[in-house]
């Protein structure tokens, strides 16, 4: 009996391609736009706040009188403070010591496992910033919209939700873990029917939302919670503070078709606030209503490169304003962002402890080895009604 593949197969040395294919989407859009605008970055930060003050109100002491008449009563500038602390990020990795022994001693090794493991620790969590930039601070990544008694739930958009990922189910309101699960683990997801199956079992509810596990209220800010007007940011509240409040365009829910009406109207209310909106960000499904609105009109774009070599359809306000589709941004809005207003807060990039001189520890008591990624910062913004968003739009 000759041999054959099946035979041999157990003394047969794996022989892998030249590199790795990757089947994960990497892209990162928002996160790398503020970051190269002008003055995007400021590390003047110290201790764990940055403070800063604004401009809320004009000397109201002007008037005109007729001769011999009384002056107008004097007044003055408003100011207040604006308080940003920093947000405590961190990315960790763990090798066991018999992969850090093959990794150096396997000649037929396709890469070297440590350092793809680094590599791809810092790839995640570029691609995480870019789902936290369109968050709310609160860590929220998909809310229930079911009461089933079950592992398998509805949520409203699971876009953001990852197979393995370690998860919180949580009251939003309050963060509580009361009827909810807490470390569960993500056992898959189907993004077309947003459904998630977690690895028990609970009744949910429309008030429950998940979150990754720890993270409840202690994440950056995003524009889910800058471009707001009712919540308060960066220890001010447009409650007290009108002035402190983004420009909001809604339908209550009901999604309706996009219009350059609506578009031109959101820019003209951020104008009349002393905005100037320099980006447009949305989704692959309103960016695609925005491409058919065009072609029904008559116009027919090309996508245009713009600074910073970012690439988007135009929307003619007076100047060409980029629309720029971005896979993480959430679905039925576009947010519109005067980028000049924007800072982001660090004392450092994302940067490996290496404090005791490196990178790669020894786990105490364990034959594994470890190391971590770390940064501490905060997006905020200096004028919040600056800023944007409409919402409610039929995705094309």
């Known amino acids: 009996m000759p041999a054959t593949m099946a035979t041999v197969d157990a003394i047969l040395k794996e022989v892998y391609g030249p590199r790795i294919e990757e089947q994960l989407q990497n892209e990162v859009v928002l996160p790398r736009r ?12 110290g201790g764990k706040y940055v403070d800063f003050p604004i401009h809320i109100k004009r000397n109201t002491g002007i008037g005109f009188r007729a001769e011999n008449g009384q002056l107008p009563a004097s007044g003055q500038q408003g100011y207040a403070e604006v308080h940003v602390p920093l947000r405590y990020g961190y990315g960790r990795v763990r090798y066991t010591g018999q992969l850090m022994e093959l990794a150096k001693t396997n000649t037929q090794a396709f890469t070297n496992a440590v350092e793809a493991e680094n590599e791809g620790l810092k790839n995640d969590l ?22 089933a008694t079950s592992a398998t739930h509805t949520v409203d958009n699971a876009q953001w939700i990852l197979e393995g990922m370690l998860v919180d189910v949580l009251v939003r309101s309050s963060g509580s873990p009361t009827g909810g699960l807490q470390n569960a683990t993500v056992v898959s997801v189907n993004y077309d029917t947003n459904t998630v199956t977690l690895s028990a079992s609970w009744t949910a509810t429309v008030l429950q939302g998940i979150y990754r596990a720890g993270d409840y209220n202690l994440e950056p800010s995003g524009v889910g919670n800058i471009v707001h007007n009712v919540t308060p940011l960066h220890t001010l509240d447009p409650a007290t503070t009108p002035i402190w409040a983004a420009r909001i365009n809604a339908n209550g829910g009901t999604p309706r078709p996009l219009s350059e009406g609506l578009m031109i109207q959101l820019c003209d209310d951020i104008r009349r606030q002393g905005g100037i909106t320099s980006l447009i960000m949305t ?4 960016r695609r209503s925005y491409f058919s609105l065009l072609v ?61 001189g490196s990178i790669i520890k020894w786990v105490t008591d364990f034959d594994a080895w470890e190391a971590m990624m770390r940064c501490f910062y905060e997006l905020a913004t200096r004028q919040r009604n600056a800023h944007g968003i409409l919402a409610d739009i039929i995705e094309g």
């Open 34 to 45: 503020i970051e190269r605008t002008s003055e995007g970055v400021s590390s003047n930060v």
């Open 126 to 147: 570029a691609k995480d910033s870019s789902r936290i930039i369109y968050g709310d601070s609160t860590g929220l990544i998909a809310s229930l919209t079911d009461t």
């Open 283 to 286: 989704s692959l499904g309103v």
């Open 296 to 356: 029904q009109q008559r116009r027919y774009p090309n996508t245009k490169e713009f600074a910073g070599g970012f690439s988007g359809l135009a929307f003619n306000y007076g100047k060409e304003i980029p629309v720029v589709e971005d896979v993480d941004h959430p679905p039925k809005k576009m947010h519109f962002l005067d980028e000049d207003k924007f800072r982001v807060y660090r004392s450092r990039e994302w940067h490996w402890m290496d404090e005791d």
